[in-house]
């Protein structure tokens, strides 16, 4: 670490101390955490990333918690969302998967564990892991729009935040509370449990213990594993291969490409654990946590490829090729998290600190042998003082730092040994004018990337920001909006200096040092409704890219591998997203609700270039839900497009319809801290492709899966 930084950083970590000492007895008591346990959760969506809450540049912000979460609980973080407006997922594996917001994946999309980085490899390649435990979120928050500019402002599609318990945030009222959930899935034998301890030891003392385990085998998947355009490509390379005499690798193409039933090396095991302490009293509190995230995966190989050929300079003799076992990784991270609060008195009405450590590691095996070994370690920090509300004016000021040292051992390791740099200062501010508010953002990052093996040392000044302005008359219940945000970011690490194979997702990378900064203007309309019986939300939104980075497939191979190269042109994306709810009836003790979200997203390369690749098409989701305090019963359909808005040798996707349906039943009614869910996923055991995964050609979506879990709070 630089000296500048060094410096930077114990600033950061001395923040919280010095008004800590000064804190009196008068100072007004703490905001509420809107978070009571893991259980009692209501549907109101009440923002806790580290920041202002329910500011209105939040134009894109919902959440999922309490049993909905528990409903959609999945082996990664990525696959658990997808039920919110917006939201995709990069589904290359069960083991691991990202969200995908607005289009958006990879370095665009932050994925934070109570507002800090989660410090993994996850947006090096898709397909690392995420080392965020779903079974341990007590709340997970997807922002949208211009306040991501809060995050970085790298974070054009969005970030999701995920809270859980591990520091604590309240004082329980009992001498002990337990928290427990568990669960079988029947499309991957998929066994999970997970549970969580808080301990009160003094009136202001609490301590906090948690860990969870989920065992998965093979996925389940109706009909042929491969999709059309796969299996058509490798049933005619067999019978290439018949026709020139090479019969046993007919038989192995023909063999893969009526694979069915089951994706082979897509079983997955992850353990975590984690403890925490925090003191909490009126003047503000002080928290620090400990937790460690395992986890094994398989990640399954595209059928057909590097199969041998018959060498063309010979005369008639094949190239034998080395047989390797399948793929998988195994993880871990070790992460320490320390978050503090002061609460003042003055202009400024609360100083807040976050901070986190991470020392992580992941070993692609090749069946039994080590292929390449992936480490990173870093820090990341964040302090922002808080404004008091002034006649209508508030808002937040801060800085952020983040640190991590990258490194690749072994003979596919792509992306060099590299470190990366950078510190930030950032402001959001909000105006209350009655019927008119008005929001402000201004950020400022300097991002260093080097590597010394390549001599390559370069540093990146990007300035964003942010206005928005709402119009909500006096006790209406509709507010309308329009935010416009200039973002810039650096490009990755990975963008920059990527250059070798990479075995797991078999392809050869390619990026370019020469890269600049990533500039985008950004535009967004939204209004929104709500009373006591309908809720209906709706937003368009629009980016437009100068220098946009990308990776794309050349149609060229390298030592067997298909070549994904970076490239930088300007893009245009515009979509919309959309969600409504609304009590239609009674039934006796129930409510009888609709509810529907519907998102479509477009992007393109400017000048000609094509689609971007890897964009969700169109979907539609409408569900009838009867509700009571002692039982909930749902019943929903989901459909999406299929997508022919494809770029170079990316394959189109079908369109697919599922069905589902879902009961929660509370035997001691709505607080009696037992939820008892059951639900049917696929009914009809369709065949369907995400088309923003990378391997939705051989890995589609499982097919009729039957969930059970229980959720104890007490």
Do not use: C
Request: hydrophobic share 40%; no cysteine.
């Amino acid at each position: 670490m630089s000296h500048r930084k060094f410096l930077i950083s114990a600033a950061i970590f001395a923040l919280p101390i010095t008004p800590a000492l000064a804190q009196q007895s008068e100072n007004p008591p703490p905001r509420e955490s809107g978070l009571s346990d893991d259980f009692h959760d209501d549907d109101m969506i009440v923002v806790t990333a580290p920041y202002v809450d329910q500011l209105d540049l939040l134009a894109g912000t919902s959440a999922l918690s309490g049993d909905d979460l528990t409903e959609d609980l999945r082996g990664q973080i990525g696959d658990s969302l997808t039920s919110l407006p917006g939201v995709s997922s990069t589904s290359f594996s069960p083991g691991s998967s990202r969200p995908v917001l607005r289009g958006f994946q990879g370095p665009r999309v932050r994925v934070l564990t109570d507002g800090i980085g989660s410090l993994d490899a996850s947006n090096t390649s898709v397909d690392h892991a995420v080392t965020i435990d779903p079974l341990t979120a007590q709340r997970v928050e997807i922002l949208r729009g211009p306040a991501v500019l809060l995050f970085g402002g790298d974070a054009i599609g969005g970030a999701v935040n995920v809270i859980d318990k591990r520091i604590p945030r309240d004082i329980p009222d009992d001498d002990l509370h337990i928290d427990a959930v568990g669960g079988y899935g029947s499309a991957a034998d998929d066994w999970s449990a997970a549970g969580s301890v808080d301990v009160p030891l003094t009136s202001k003392l609490v301590i906090h213990a948690d860990g969870s385990f989920r065992d998965t085998s093979d996925l389940r998947v109706p009909g042929y594993v491969l999709s059309p355009a796969l299996r058509t490509e490798l049933l005619d390379d067999a019978a290439e291969e018949t026709s020139e005499g090479h019969l046993d690798e007919a038989a192995e193409l023909t063999e893969a490409a009526n694979q069915s039933g089951r994706v082979a090396n897509t079983a997955s095991r992850t353990k975590t654990a984690g403890t925490g302490i925090a003191y909490i009293d009126d003047g503000g509190n002080l928290g620090f946590s400990v937790s460690y995230y395992d986890t094994n995966y398989g990640v399954p190989a595209r059928p057909g490829a590097g199969h041998a050929h018959e060498d063309p300079g010979g005369a008639g003799a094949e190239e034998e090729e080395e047989e390797e076992g399948p793929v998988t990784i195994g993880l871990e991270q070790v992460r320490a998290d320390l978050r503090g609060g002061v609460n003042m008195g003055g202009f400024f009405e609360a100083l807040n600190f976050r901070a986190g450590y991470s020392d992580y590691e992941h070993t692609e095996f090749e069946g039994d042998e080590i292929g390449t070994v992936f480490s990173v370690s870093g820090i990341e920090a964040r302090a922002e003082l808080v404004q008091a509300d002034h006649d209508g004016w508030r808002g937040v000021l801060g800085t952020q730092l983040l640190v991590r040292d990258f490194n690749a051992i072994g003979a596919e390791a792509f992306v060099p040994k590299n470190s990366v740099e950078s510190w930030a200062l950032f402001s959001v501010q909000e105006v209350d004018l009655g019927s008119i508010e008005l929001e402000g953002a201004l950020r400022f990052d300097q991002t260093t990337i080097s590597a010394n093996a390549l001599n390559f040392d370069r540093s990146f000044n990007a300035v964003s920001g942010a206005f928005g302005l709402a119009y909500a008359p006096d006790d209406a219940a509709f507010k309308i909006g329009a935010n416009i945000s200039r973002s810039e970011r650096a490009p990755s690490a990975e963008e920059l200096l990527s250059n070798g194979p990479h075995i797991a997702t078999q392809a050869f990378e390619i990026g370019n040092p020469d890269f600049t900064t990533e500039k985008s203007w950004g535009g967004e309309l939204y209004a929104r409704w709500e009373s006591d019986a309908v809720k209906v939300s709706a937003t368009a939104y629009a980016n437009f890219f100068n220098d946009y980075i990308f990776e794309a497939e050349t149609g060229v191979e390298e030592d067997g591998l298909p070549i994904f190269q970076y490239l930088q042109r300007d893009a245009t994306y515009y979509g919309f997203e959309a969600s409504a709810s609304a009590v239609v009836g009674h039934a006796g003790d129930f409510d009888l609700i609709v509810d529907g979200v519907a998102d479509y997203v477009r992007a393109k390369i400017d000048d000609g270039g094509g689609p971007v690749p890897r964009i969700p098409p169109l979907r539609l989701l409408g569900g009838v839900k009867a509700h009571s305090d002692n039982l909930d019963l749902r019943a929903e359909l989901e459909w999406s497009d299929s997508q022919n808005k494809v770029a170079a040798f990316e394959t189109p996707t079908d369109s697919f319809t599922m069905v589902n349906a879902s009961a929660a039943w509370r035997p001691f009614g709505k607080d009696g801290g037992v939820t008892l869910l059951a639900s049917a996923n696929n009914i009809f055991d369709v065949s369907a492709r995400r088309h923003a995964s990378f391997t939705k050609d051989y890995v589609p979506l499982s097919g009729r899966d039957i969930r059970v879990s229980a959720k104890f709070s007490f």
